[in-house]
């Protein structure tokens, strides 16, 4: 037995020199989590100043109007992470003499992926509202951008802007008159209406039986402002000629927002050969065109329902 016991207490000091006197292994070092860069969605929006004055546009049930909006431009722009979002403005009048405040919303951007890094995704929204002479058109805008990240959170994310009077004026119309370019306004049923000289932009491209083309000149403009006339000079081939100086063509635009929120186009042409007329209306960029085939002589004709862009 004592030999047995020497021998252990030989081997005890070489196991605690082997394990160093410590209780186990050492743990592993521990890393910090990772930096997770928040994805943000920033607005930059404003209210455009419309300096031009208000102008009358006709007589609706509940009495004369004045033709105004609520321009809004701004971008959306996204760091961190990309985010599907779309962004709406809502414009509402202030209160004036107790009366229902007038509330309209229009989408300021359909819903699409925007990337970090690069440039702000850019809108425009014009807000048509309707307002009585003299009353408030002044009140608030409230962008609003919606969506969902990257990561699976929600994108929510809005700012306000305050409106004035004159925020609400329509800009006058941005139509250039040159040879082949015809600049009119809608005709006036009342005096106490604007003419809206040059809101009207009226472009012809014709096409004759021999593949000779050219854009027509402006021959003449009424004195009223509301129509003109385009010559075709050095077209041929035609069979049919009314007046004998090229196939003209005449255009008018029509007021008729107190009647069905319209602004109707008028054409009569002279000629048979091909043609395509294009109105624009320069404050709402809209644009309609009218096609004549080869060899055809159109019957005077009024589209009535042109332009839903009233005021």
Known sequence: MRRGC?????????????????????????MPPPTVTPIVVTITAQVTNNPAAADLRGFQDQGIIEKRNVRVT??????????TVGATVTF????????????????????????PG?????FTVNIPINSAPGLNASGTVRVDVIGTDE?????????????????????????VE?????????????????????????TVDWLDPNGNQGAGIVESRSVTGNSGQFDFPGASGGIVDIFGEGYDVLVRVLNDCGTNNMF????????????????????TNQTREYFNPQG???DPFTDTAAFATCP
């Open 6 to 30: 020497g021998s252990l207490t030989l081997l005890v000091p070489i196991v605690l020199q082997a394990c160093g006197g410590g209780d186990g292994p050492v743990a592993p070092t521990q």
């Open 74 to 83: 701004g971008e959306v722009s996204v760091t961190g992470g990309t985010a």
């Open 92 to 115: 509402t009048a202030a209160l004036d003499n107790g009366i229902q405040a007038f509330t309209a919303e229009m989408d300021a951007l359909s819903m699409r992926t925007i990337a």
């Open 118 to 122: 690069t440039p702000g995704t850019p």
């Open 151 to 175: 990561r699976g959170g929600m994108v929510n994310v809005s700012t306000e802007l305050t409106v004035t009077e004159d925020n609400t004026r329509l800009p006058a119309g941005t139509c």
């Open 178 to 202: 040159n040879d082949t370019t015809l600049c009119i306004g809608p005709f006036r049923i009342f005096a106490s209406q604007t003419n809206n000289d040059d809101r009207f932009k009226v």
């Open 264 to 283: 109707s186009i008028f054409m009569a042409a002279g000629g048979n050969i091909e043609f395509t007329l294009t109105v624009t209306d320069t404050q």
């Open 296 to 298: 055809t002589l159109p």
